[in-house]
């Protein structure tokens, strides 16, 4: 945890900042790269009947670590797509609750 989910944003192209990428996120979140996960989901998107390209989009998947975390997070993020020549990208962040965060079963 977090956990990415990428739309719009390539593979190879996720892949040539990731490294860099969770170094920095692990840093702002106060944790270790291994809690890292991120996701490129192929995506068509359709727009008045047509296939168009797909708005860089990630959605983040996370325990709640308060606004200055958060906003910190974005402006990593969103630095380094920017860098691959990608002029905008949306984030939202989706909480999870630990009342509701099982792992093999058993409450976390």
């Not at 719009?8 to 890292?36: H, K, M, R, W, Y």
Request: aromatic share 12%.
């Amino acid at each position: 945890m977090p956990h990415m989910i990428i739309r719009g944003i390539s593979v190879p192209q996720i892949q040539s900042i990731s490294t860099a990428l969770i170094s920095e996120l692990a840093a702002v979140c106060a944790c270790g790269t291994d809690n890292f996960m991120l996701e490129c989901l192929p995506v068509v998107s359709i727009f008045q009947g047509e296939i168009c390209a797909t708005y860089p989009f990630v959605e983040v998947g996370w325990f709640e670590r308060g606004q200055e975390i958060r906003d910190s997070y974005a402006e990593v993020l969103t630095k380094h797509i920017i860098s691959l020549g990608i002029p905008e990208v949306e984030i939202a962040f989706k909480l999870y609750r630990e009342d509701s965060y099982y792992w093999n079963g058993k409450l976390v």
